[in-house]
């Protein structure tokens, strides 16, 4: 369980490390992959720290990760993972810019 800012940032830092290496892996058609439960979890970790689904694919991503049987099938993933890493990014910038005091949803009339 994450209960302080220092372990949720080791926790997302870990995470994206393990899908990254996978991403490096594949583009480098290196063997030395990380397997499908490790990203999967990774994804997992991400959704959870977000508290959100950045593109709506992560918990569906995230369970073909789990399930995965083979590094063929993960290769198939590639693109998915690459884009839900790019979407988790884009969701903790947004969630860590200050709210814009001038700009509110409130009208007075």
Same mark, same amino acid.
């Given at each position: 369980?994450?209960?302080?800012?220092? #372990?949720?940032?080791?926790?997302?830092?870990? !995470?994206?490390?393990?899908?990254?290496? &996978?991403?490096?892996?594949?583009?480098?058609?290196?063997? #030395?992959?990380?397997?499908?439960?490790?990203?999967?979890? !990774?994804? =997992?970790?991400?959704?959870?720290?977000?508290?959100?689904?950045?593109?709506?694919?992560?918990?569906?991503?995230?369970?073909?990760?789990?399930?995965?049987?083979?590094?063929?099938?993960?290769?198939?993933?590639?693109?998915?993972?690459?884009? &839900?890493?790019?979407? !988790?990014?884009? #969701?903790?910038?947004?969630?860590?810019?200050?709210? $814009?005091?001038?700009?509110? $949803? &409130? $009208? =007075?009339?």
């Amino acid at each position: 369980m994450v209960t302080t800012n220092e #372990e949720a940032e080791e926790s997302w830092l870990s !995470a994206e490390a393990v899908i990254q290496s &996978f991403l490096d892996a594949v583009a480098t058609r290196s063997t #030395e992959l990380p397997s499908g439960v490790e990203v999967g979890e !990774a994804c =997992l970790w991400l959704l959870v720290l977000l508290a959100a689904d950045p593109n709506g694919d992560g918990q569906r991503l995230s369970g073909e990760l789990l399930e995965c049987p083979a590094a063929v099938s993960l290769l198939a993933l590639e693109f998915r993972v690459k884009s &839900f890493l790019q979407a !988790a990014l884009a #969701e903790l910038e947004r969630q860590a810019r200050p709210a $814009d005091p001038t700009q509110s $949803d &409130f $009208d =007075l009339f």
